[in-house]
């Protein structure tokens, strides 16, 4: 008998849109001989639903479908609840494989809910979801480590209704240009590059509209370099390096997923010694957060002087047609197929 999979897609977050791309990829790409996948879609107001096939993920008809589906926390229960017209159906559920991208997906939370009722979920568990999700604290355990990162200041969007003394606390620590970005959101959503006064206001505002944490941080001169990290602990294993080729100033969210001229490069080249350190600094912080299944770690490579700066870790990344993680797996000799099966068989080795 087939194991049911449950894909959860969609979301609350600002990367709604993005989910749902990277699920129809997760989906067609699952082993349909050992798995049956259970289409579960959360709409932007928070309404769980029942999705019938792909191509209503990718028309966006799921959006409008009457069957509600509740995952429920009672571990005897161990499913999915589908109420349609009053009446129940319970689907038990053999894994959760959450493609969900931002808050309320990848921080935790729904970890959290997969947790109680007791069902093996890819990907990484409550603690590292959420202190890989929360910028700030990310950089606070990355501190320890010792491994080289951006100088920042974290502002609370509380502050900003005494918006000069913000603007001086930065200004004290930080020259311009300076990088604004939500301390918990992901595609690049909210993020701002501002080179005066004036733009660090509107940058300010613009992501706290994503947060109430916020991040100020210098601006690093250099190449853009991610690392996908598959494993857990002792046994996480590095691939090898992909390079974003931004078509605008940054890797903006525009830049990501709208414009065409945005580039990425597998293995690229870099000085002696670096590519092994930015693997190694990849694994470490994976480790270090309590990394789980997969992870994608992003880093600088300052040319100005010729230091690796670790940026952030995603631990959903996109599964998108553009998107690095599933790329630089392939490089590997991973198929797309392969990955999500080792993903899979990886939930029932979760100590």
């Avoid at 990162?149 to 620590?173: F, R, T, W």
């Avoid at 390096?241 to 080249?269: H, Q, R, W």
């Avoid at 957060?289 to 230091?307: A, H, P």
Wanted: with cysteine; proline share 3%.
């Amino acid at each position: 008998m087939k194991k049911k999979v449950a894909v959860l897609f969609g979301g609350q977050s600002s990367e709604h849109d993005v989910s749902c791309v990277s699920a129809t990829t997760i989906i067609e790409h699952m082993n349909r001989d050992i798995y049956e996948p259970v289409l579960i879609g959360i709409r932007k107001d928070g309404r769980w639903l029942k999705a019938d096939s792909v191509d209503a993920i990718k028309d966006g008809s799921w959006r409008d479908g009457q069957v509600t589906a509740v995952i429920s926390p009672d571990r005897s229960q161990h499913g999915v609840i589908f109420l349609t017209d009053g009446k129940a159906e319970l689907v038990k559920l053999d894994y959760v494989f959450p493609v969900l991208h931002g808050l309320y997906g990848e921080d935790g939370t729904v970890q959290g809910l997969v947790e109680l009722a007791g069902i093996p979920y890819v990907g990484c568990g409550v603690l590292a979801s959420a202190v890989s999700m929360d910028k700030l604290y990310t950089k606070m355990i990355v501190d320890t480590l010792g491994i080289c990162q951006a100088a920042y200041v974290p502002v609370m969007s509380c502050e900003l209704a005494d918006m000069d003394a913000v603007i001086a606390g930065v200004e004290a620590k930080l020259a311009y240009p300076v990088f604004v970005k939500p301390s918990n959101a992901g595609s690049s959503q909210g993020v701002n590059k501002a080179h005066d006064r004036g733009e660090l206001i509107y940058a300010l505002t613009e992501a706290a509209k994503h947060d109430r944490k916020i991040l100020v941080e210098e601006t690093i001169v250099g190449r853009e370099i991610e690392c996908a990290v598959l494993g857990n602990g002792r046994e996480a294993a590095a691939s090898g390096l992909g390079e974003i080729l931004a078509a605008d100033e940054f890797y903006s969210y525009e830049a990501k997923y709208y414009n065409v001229e945005s580039k990425t490069v597998l293995g690229p080249e870099l000085p002696a010694g670096k590519t092994e350190e930015i693997r190694e600094n990849a694994c470490r912080i994976f480790r270090a957060v309590d990394g789980f299944g997969l992870s994608r770690v992003d880093f600088f490579y300052d040319t100005v002087n010729e230091r690796v700066v670790f940026n952030e870790i995603n631990t959903l990344p996109g599964f998108t047609s553009i998107s690095m993680y599933p790329m630089l797996w392939e490089k590997e000799g991973y198929s797309k197929k392969a990955l999500i099966d080792k993903l899979l068989e990886m939930t029932e080795t979760r100590g």
